[in-house]
């Protein structure tokens, strides 16, 4: 019976429904029952292609869309826009008849429509949530997403006259609604709902509060970008007023052009930092919330870095530049976030126009760093995601992988290796940022993976990967490294290899070192182990063991006879007092069992010490 026709159904896309047209038609011709049997598996391994095609094409959609909303924040210029993609795209990828954007009213205390797609009813775009009432009041309140099958008739929500007259005029049943939050502060709350009875998977919460992060950031980049509008307008106004007067509002209006023009262009720190210090002279550092410096121009005297952060403090409860010894200090900062400061040692003092200007400046710095942290997360995010999905099913559309690693600028065809840290409490987070950056930096891939941060790196030297990663993640951190392997289908492997590594040296007491197995030899494997002897026995000879426990069969006596033997079948046979042949035989089902390189170096050595680690253990 040719089964080709299920190919040509999956080549051109056919609906479901034809898929059952060969099988009728067959009937028809009265084919076998064989034939029959053969047709029906063919179809329904068709339909789980073509079931596994449509799942990979949802996943590039939503990542698409992902990508396409950064790439709107990147180039933010009309909110509304933004806002409206947002709420499209969510419609459009969880398949919900409407989705809709509340915002938080700060004076009246409440929530009201801001963007919907997908409605019918006037009440319902003009509808206001008090805070608890309603799904969407719950959510503004709690900062927690919240999702009902069935709202109308769920008893866990404050339901309202006004509220409940608009969904039912609307039509609605089914609400997810997840919270739209910038550091702490929840700035409104991202809906898709449904006229039908639907409950809402974890994978789509999970997308819906994607689109709301990125929403978060479009409204407060928004708004900082007002406020940076507002400031670069008031120094223009000053600039026109007192031009023929003061050398200083000439500084402020060059400055005005510089920020707008560096702004609209998407510039750097580093550029920032330069158009500052050209306008008001001097020498300028950038730096994060954490002191570190982000970008810089010119060389200034050394500032006390309490100091610093004192000012900065004081800067950011005043809205206002304050002086820090022989320099001045502005704090960068969204709403209640604090981002960093700009730390300027100017030639001369500065007056109070120039002080504007470091302010403004700040306000711009601000701007451009929530920009750039969401471009970052976005690519982290991405890349994240696949080397999860390498590590969890490699086996799974390796090409597609490939294809996936290759637009983010990594070769898995190239030799790569894996790298797995384990790092102490109170640094994991910003350890978990640090690895994502190293990452990216060298066109590798980073993700938290069971606990633990996971790197894949590009390169064929894996005891310098181990160390570099070490030195950016800092001394809290110990990093193990695979042996290079190539192809989509090796991370999982290489994954394990790098834990046991990594497990290795924190058994053999060396915290804080980055190494690759190969420099640990033969203790070092044993000890990475050590403190969990059966888990390494089941990992590397589990198979021959449960086969035994199942067949009532000798495979694991014969492998002791076998490498007692020197790995000679026809000595091994007179110690088991069997037939050779019965040995090759046991040995064939070993290979089946453990892979056809069960008897290369590598894996000889670990079966063997399993073997005797095993007996070892039995014994105490």
């Not at 909303?69 to 009309?78: G, I, Y």
């Not at 060389?299 to 320099?327: F, I, L, N, Y």
């Amino acid at each position: 019976m040719d089964t080709d026709v299920y190919l040509e159904l999956l080549a051109r896309e056919a609906p479901v429904i034809d898929y059952e047209s060969p099988i009728l038609h067959a009937k028809g011709r009265g084919v076998g029952d064989a034939d029959l049997a053969a047709l029906e598996r063919a179809k329904l391994l068709a339909l789980q292609v073509r079931s596994n095609l449509e799942r990979h094409r949802r996943r590039e959609a939503e990542l698409a869309a992902l990508f396409e909303t950064a790439s709107d924040l990147a180039a933010l210029r009309d909110l509304d826009s933004v806002l409206d993609a947002i709420v499209n795209r969510a419609r459009r990828l969880l398949d919900t008849d409407v989705a809709y954007m509340t915002l938080e009213d700060a004076e009246r205390g409440d929530t009201y429509m801001r963007v919907t797609a997908g409605s019918t009813s006037a009440a319902f775009q003009q509808l206001r949530l008090p805070m608890g009432a309603g799904l969407g009041g719950l959510v503004a309140q709690t900062a927690l997403p919240y999702a009902s099958a069935d709202y109308p008739h769920d008893a866990r929500f404050r339901h309202t006259r006004e509220i409940d007259g608009a969904v039912d005029e609307e039509g609605l049943i089914a609400i997810l609604g997840v919270p739209m939050r910038v550091g702490g502060r929840v700035l409104g709350v991202l809906f898709a709902s449904d006229r039908r009875h639907r409950s809402f998977a974890t994978g789509e919460i999970a997308l819906l509060g994607s689109f709301a992060d990125h929403a978060a950031v479009a409204i407060d980049s928004a708004r900082t970008l007002q406020g940076a509008r507002v400031a670069l307008q008031e120094l223009d106004a000053a600039s026109t007023l007192l031009h023929q007067r003061t050398a200083s509002v000439e500084r402020a209006a060059s400055a005005h052009d510089r920020l707008t023009d560096l702004v609209l262009r998407g510039g750097d720190l580093e550029q920032l930092a330069a158009a500052v210090t050209d306008v008001l002279g001097g020498a300028l550092h950038v730096i994060d919330a954490d002191g570190r410096r982000l970008g810089h121009a010119g060389q200034p005297r050394p500032v006390d870095a309490a100091a610093v952060a004192e000012a900065a403090a004081v800067s950011r409860t005043a809205g206002r530049a304050v002086r820090c010894q022989r320099s001045w200090v502005a704090a960068v900062a969204a709403g209640s976030e604090h981002l960093g400061a700009l730390v300027l040692t100017p030639d001369t003092d500065l007056d109070d126009a120039d002080q504007r200007i470091l302010e403004r400046a700040a306000m711009v710095t601000a701007l451009l760093m929530l920009l750039r942290r969401s471009q970052a997360d976005a690519e982290t995010k991405v890349r994240g995601d696949l080397l999860s999905e390498l590590l969890v099913a490699p086996h799974q559309a390796p090409d597609a992988m490939r294809e996936r690693a290759r637009r983010l600028g990594t070769d898995l065809d190239a030799p790569y290796t894996v790298v797995v840290t384990d790092i102490s409490a109170p640094e994991r987070r910003p350890a978990t940022a640090a690895a994502a950056r190293h990452a990216s930096a060298h066109a590798g891939l980073a993700t938290s993976y069971e606990g633990r941060e996971v790197l894949l790196l590009p390169g064929a030297e894996p005891a310098a990967a181990a160390r570099a990663v070490v030195k950016e993640l800092g001394d809290g951190a110990t990093a193990g490294a695979s042996s290079p392997v190539t192809g989509a289908e090796a991370a999982a492997a290489a994954y394990r290899e790098a834990v046991r590594c990594v497990d290795a040296l924190l058994a053999l007491g060396r915290r804080g070192v980055g190494a690759a197995m190969s420099e640990l030899g033969f203790v070092g494997l044993v000890l990475g182990e050590g403190r969990d002897v059966q888990s390494f026995v089941r990992s590397t000879i589990g198979p021959v063991l449960e086969y035994d426990a199942r067949r009532g069969t000798e495979l694991v006596d014969t492998l002791h006879a076998y490498y007692a033997a020197d790995r000679s079948a026809v000595r091994a046979h007179h110690a088991l007092h069997v037939h050779v042949n019965t040995v090759n035989q046991r040995l064939a089902r070993v290979g089946q069992l453990l892979g056809s390189d069960w008897q290369e170096a590598q894996r000889s050595l670990e079966i063997q010490l399993a073997l005797q680690l095993r007996k070892v253990h039995a014994v105490i």
